[in-house]
């Protein structure tokens, strides 16, 4: 298992986040599948090769989620917000603290294009 953190070097920005199959994340990040908006679009924007994908550490699945918190703490205290990528700063409930727009909550939905694991 493996906390993960992707970088942008021309930009300074920053991606933190947890995958159990390095090959498949790496691949959804790369991809478009499964990925982080803010992320996807610098790829498109920047192209893959200016992006360095690291793993951070190896642990067991069973502290995996921790130890991406441990992470996202250090990203969220010492780097600036407008470098970062992630938008949650909890790796257990992504969406603790977070609402949806009034628009966005008005809209209609939108047919699910997103991650089948």
Do not use: W
Not at 11 to 28: E, H, K, N, P, Q
Request: proline content about 6%.
């Amino acid at each position: 298992m493996f906390p993960v953190f992707i970088s942008c070097p021309k930009t300074g920005g920053i991606y933190l986040g947890s995958a159990v199959d390095i090959y498949d994340r790496f691949y959804d990040h790369l991809n478009g599948h499964c990925s982080n908006l803010h992320l996807q679009n610098a790829i498109n924007l920047y192209g893959h090769d200016t992006f360095i994908f690291r793993v951070v550490e190896l642990c067991e699945r069973n502290v995996l989620l921790a130890r991406e918190q441990f992470y996202l703490d250090l990203l969220f205290t010492a780097v600036a917000p407008a470098l970062i990528f992630n938008f949650a700063r909890d790796a257990l409930a992504p969406f603790t603290g977070r609402t949806h727009s009034k628009d966005t909550r008005a809209a209609p939905p939108r047919p699910y294009g997103g991650c089948s694991k």
